[in-house]
């Protein structure tokens, strides 16, 4: 027999017990009713909160996110997110763990002004590392960690048992692909439809999906391809993985060929995929590399993409029949590199074809001598997207992303699938 209780009722029973919410489980009540609001409910409703930050391999961000909960209906209603991000990322403080903690600590003021302090108790607050600390030696990830756990016991929020850890790969990809389902109102009961997402961070990059073709699961080349999302009394049985070093960043590392060495304090990275004339310092992770082109040597298109490939040959998976997977939503990298690009509006996003980054990298790669763009590592990036979604997930020139930073004014992240597991326990297995 289960008893219902209202979010609220569960957070402060918690908060008052000390216990743990994954002790109850993880089990995903009805999301059917979940619905994005702009606009609060008139009467008889409960407004409540939970603060998650993402501390990703290139930044940290906070969302805040507002909750109703009305009365007449079973679930609340997502009615606000306030959103700020500042760089880098908390593993470029692997030596000074202590500057990674006031960077949180100064992130944790837009909560204290977002929440009323008369919810402050009863607020989830939770930090969620990835690829940034599981690129990281162990010790080095648990002392970051355990100085984000202080920050967050100094603070007036409500701090669950698990409230500061390294988030799994595929329950990162798993719930974003629930945020973005959320926001774009597929889970309802009577949905047919949802939408895949590709995340692409810094230091790893994310694939889910729910298969229309009984092959693409059964050609899944391991079992931790296929995750099985339950809700509605109904089993999503999604096609999910997560790439760790995969990242646009980590995959600079990789063609640059400076992932297994040991001589990056004095060696000199040369890539075709850089400006010829170009030399520089670039820095990821909290190590700084010395890059250059090749002067005198090969450049472009052609000689960039071989570099890449082998960033992608072997490593990541083609699902089978993925142009047959519905739409895809991509976000954080390949959003800020089409922007770069001139591919999409840098406020408004858009759709582009697989073709489109191809030909952009081919523009951009024969140009960079003459007419340099902003970023030296733009034909690189751009080059590695297009080699990433192409010889790598296997999409056609044909398939269209839709590139977007935010859904009905929600950023498009994991954070918001995360906020929803606080209230709701989704049963992940």
Known sequence: MKLAASPLLLLVLLAAAGQNQAQLGRSLLDLSSFLPALSRPANHSRIFHAVMFDAGSTGTRIHVYTFIQGDSEPLPVLDNEMFHSVKPGLSAYADAPEVAGHTVRMLLKVAKKTVPRVDWKRTPLVLRAT?????????????????????????????????VSIMNGTDEGILAWVSLNFLTGHLKAQSKKTVGILDLGGGSTQITFLPTVRKTIEDAPAADFVARLDFLNTTFELYSHSYLGSGIMAARLSTLGALTTDESEWRVFRSSCLPGKFRDEWSFGGLVYRVSGEPGG??????????????????????????????????????????????????????????????????????????????????????????????GFGFKDSAALQLTKKVNNVEASWALGAALDRFHELKIH
């Not at 162990?138 to 970051?144: P, S």
């Not at 490593?315 to 001139?342: N, T």
């Not at 858009?350 to 590592?377: H, I, L, W, Y």
């Open 298 to 391: 090969p450049e472009g298109y052609k000689p960039c993409y071989q570099e890449v490939l082998k960033a992608v040959k072997g490593i990541i998976h083609q699902p089978y029949q993925l142009e047959s997977g519905g739409v895809f939503y991509a976000f954080s990298y390949y959003y800020d590199r089409a922007v770069d690009a001139g591919l999409i509006d840098g406020l408004t996003g858009g759709t582009v074809q697989v073709r489109d980054f191809r030909k952009r990298a081919k523009e951009v790669c024969s140009d960079m001598t003459k007419n340099p763009p902003a970023s030296p590592f733009l034909c690189m990036d751009l080059t590695y997207i297009t080699c990433l979604l192409k010889d």
């Open 131 to 163: 690829a940034g600390l599981r690129l990281l030696p162990a010790e080095r990830a648990q002392a970051l960690l355990d100085q984000i756990q202080l920050v967050f016991d100094e603070s007036p929020f409500f701090v669950p048992d698990d409230g």
